[in-house]
């Protein structure tokens, strides 16, 4: 395990224990300026993941989704890394179990490591594109960050019929749209970024997205579909690009974009 993604994992799980310290009491949510919900657990785990890899990787840039929000954006350069603490507060705030800690290296405007984690249920999920990807299980990082079950994972070949994951909380007409366009076995609403993970552990065969994320939403499930051997890409089919500072949209906002296997049809 290169020193990078050790850091990287070190970190997500650091995260998760005041995670799940926060997630079991009555925390209290408040609403940002985009009126999006917030946490004590996003802060809290923000925190945590900036001093871990700060103090690791102290010439690495962090873009961190809370930090951001208060316009502290640093300078980036070739490698930068994209944190979201807890991805899918609302899921969060539901207690349903399906948010996640996404820790992202970009580099040269893609995602190269990726590390998915979701404090409630343990799963573990990484990627180093051109390594591969795999997944393991970590019990409870409070108690120990040993992973348990490590195991390659890798995209299928596409069915006859496509298998859909979509959002559970932001699905939209112009993705309800481009659906119709195919033909669907199961669709299966997925909180936070595991719909990504579960392209690539071959449980899935796309997932479109019309309606607003952000890069630290995306760039970690990216990072861990591309090493499985799947894509993301925009609506329009060029490869989505992380980084997007300056744009007539917000900093670091992305189009719309489908993730896929490779070898799920795409519409003519």
Request: net charge negative; proline share 5%; with cysteine.
């Amino acid at each position: 395990m290169s020193d990078l993604l050790d850091g990287m994992i070190k970190a997500a799980l650091s995260a998760a224990e005041v995670i799940l310290d926060i997630y079991a009491t009555d925390f209290d949510v408040c609403v940002k300026g985009d009126a999006s919900p917030v946490t004590q657990a996003d802060q809290a785990a923000e925190a945590v993941i900036f001093d871990h890899l700060t103090q690791r990787f102290p010439d690495i840039p962090v873009i961190a989704e809370e930090a951001v929000s208060t316009g502290r954006i640093p300078e980036i350069g070739r490698d930068f890394f994209l944190v979201d603490p807890v991805d899918g507060t609302k899921e969060f705030i539901s207690r349903n179990g399906e948010f996640t800690v996404n820790i992202a290296l970009i580099r040269d405007g893609l995602p190269q490591i990726g590390v998915v984690f979701t404090p409630a249920k343990g799963w573990l999920f990484v990627g180093d594109v051109g390594r591969g990807a795999w997944r393991g299980h970590v019990r409870d990082p409070r108690q120990s960050h040993a992973i348990l079950n490590k195991r390659s994972i890798e995209v299928r070949d596409c069915r006859d019929r496509v298998d859909v994951v979509g959002s559970r909380s932001h699905l939209c007409e112009n993705t309800e749209a481009y659906l119709d366009q195919f033909d669907i076995g199961k669709h299966k609403p997925v909180g936070s970024s595991l719909k990504f993970c579960l392209l690539a552990a071959g449980e899935a065969d796309l997932y479109p997205r019309f309606s607003r994320t952000m890069e630290w939403d995306t760039a970690a499930g990216d990072a861990v579909l591309s090493a499985a051997g799947g894509i993301v890409e925009t609506a329009e089919g060029q490869r989505l690009l992380y980084g997007k500072i300056v744009q007539e949209d917000a900093p670091f906002a992305n189009p719309a974009f489908v993730a896929r296997t490779r070898t799920c049809p795409l519409p003519e």
